[in-house]
C-alpha cells in the first residue's frame, strides 16, 4: 500500500515540476521528489541506489537553487515617463518610483531593466501578460500615491505635467488616480520580497524627499 502512494505521489510531482512557470517552485518539487524517490528505493529494498539518489537530488536541488537566484537577479519595470514620478537622465531614470526600486534593488541585490512605454494601460497590459516582473498602473498591489488629474483643453493631464507644462487655461480637475505597483505572479519571489521591503512609512518617507508629504 505504502509502495503504490509514493509511487503517485512521485507521479503528482513530476507532472508539478513539468508544468510549474516558478524557478523556485520547481526546485521545492524538485527536492520533494527527490526524498520521495530515496524512501522509494528504501521500500524496494535498495539502500544503494537510495543512497545515489539523495546525492544527486542534492546537487541538482542546489544546482536549481542558484540558478533561480541568477534569473531572478534581473527585474524587468515596466513605467511611463511622468514629471516626478519617472523621468528620464542622460542613461538613467530618476524620481519616485527610481527612488522605491534603486531601494528595493539594493536590500535584494537585484538589477532593475526599465521598460518604457507610452502610457499606464500598456505598463497594466505588459504586468498581466508577465512580459514584465512588475509595472507601474492605476490598479494594483502596492499603492505609491494618489495622483490629480486635470483636462486641459480636452486632453486628460498629470498634476506633475500640468506643473511642468505651466498651462493655466481651460484647466478643470477630472478625476484623482492612485498609482500602484502591480506583479503579474502573486506567488513570485519578487511579489514576495517587495511584500516585505513595503511599508506606507518608508513610502512616506520618500514622498516627503519630493515635498509631497504623506500619502
Not at 539523495?54 to 534581473?74: E, N
Request: proline share 2%; glycine share 4%.
Amino acid at each position: 500500500m505504502i509502495r503504490i502512494f509514493l509511487s503517485s505521489f512521485a507521479v503528482l510531482v513530476t507532472i508539478m515540476i513539468f508544468f510549474s512557470k516558478n524557478v523556485f517552485n520547481s526546485f521545492l518539487y524538485r527536492t520533494s521528489l527527490s526524498v520521495l524517490m530515496v524512501a522509494i528505493y528504501a521500500v524496494y529494498f535498495a539502500p544503494d541506489v537510495a543512497i545515489t539518489e539523495a546525492m544527486l537530488g542534492a546537487l541538482l536541488a542546489t544546482f536549481i537553487y542558484l540558478l533561480s537566484f541568477k534569473i531572478h537577479s534581473k527585474l524587468r519595470v515596466a513605467i511611463v515617463k511622468i514629471p516626478v514620478i519617472a523621468q528620464k537622465y542622460q542613461d538613467s531614470y530618476i524620481g519616485i518610483v527610481p527612488s522605491i526600486m534603486d531601494d528595493f534593488s539594493k536590500l535584494y541585490n537585484h538589477k532593475i531593466e526599465y521598460l518604457e512605454v507610452e502610457d499606464i494601460e500598456k505598463c497594466k497590459e505588459l504586468a498581466q501578460s508577465g512580459e514584465v516582473d512588475l509595472a507601474i498602473s492605476f490598479d494594483g498591489d502596492f499603492k505609491i500615491l494618489s495622483i490629480p488629474y486635470y483636462n486641459v483643453n480636452g486632453v486628460e493631464m498629470s498634476y506633475f505635467e500640468l506643473l511642468e507644462l505651466g498651462e493655466n487655461s481651460n484647466v478643470h480637475k477630472s478625476s484623482n488616480k492612485i498609482l500602484y505597483f502591480t506583479f503579474p505572479d502573486k506567488n513570485s519571489i519578487v511579489y514576495l520580497e517587495f511584500q516585505d521591503f513595503y511599508n506606507q512609512e518608508y513610502i512616506n518617507n520618500v514622498l516627503k524627499r519630493y515635498k509631497l508629504g504623506g500619502i
